[in-house]
């Protein structure tokens, strides 16, 4: 992809150029999560970053690209998220992230982080802020919540 000019001066490349380098160059852990964050921003698209890995003229880290791009999703809200959905996929399970869970009649009960919604699994990573006061007591009806719609959940 050639360079499409400067900006303030300096030479620069295209976003889509960008999210190909990182794909090819980053460790894989760090890759995805760029990508993730390029792509819930629009920064992206799927189906363009993957004619780009498809189209390199040279197949110099292709593989590297290949899987960071597979494993890319701009539902991501986190690093830490990506990073968790990540070692999970490296390790065999794909999880949905950001899923909407529902109550046996259709009733809201919460969107987590990721889940294995075949499974009935719900994984939610804590950030620093659930240490807030009452915070704890939130987090627990939520869990109550999941459980009583027929969920297993993992914190």
Do not use: K
Not at 15 to 30: F, H, K, N, S
Not at 38 to 53: C, E, I, K, N, T
Not at 130 to 138: I, K, S
């Amino acid at each position: 992809m050639p360079w499409p000019g400067r900006r303030r001066g300096r030479p620069c490349t295209t976003p889509l150029r960008t999210a190909l380098d990182i794909a090819r160059t980053e460790p894989l852990l760090e890759g995805v999560v760029a990508l993730d964050v390029l792509l819930a921003r629009g920064v992206v698209d799927h189906p363009a970053l993957r004619s780009a890995v498809r189209a390199q003229p040279t197949p110099r880290s292709a593989r590297r690209a290949e899987r960071a791009v597979d494993l890319a999703d701009a539902r991501a809200e986190s690093p830490q998220e990506s990073r968790l959905r990540v070692v999970l996929a490296l390790a065999g399970p794909v999880a949905v992230p950001q899923h909407t869970v529902r109550d046996p009649d259709g009733r809201f009960v919460a969107r987590v982080d990721l889940a294995f919604p075949d499974q009935r699994v719900a994984i939610e990573y804590d950030r620093a802020w659930h240490g807030e006061p009452g915070q704890l007591a939130r987090d627990r009806r939520r869990l109550n919540a999941l459980v009583a719609a027929g969920g297993r959940c993992c914190t």
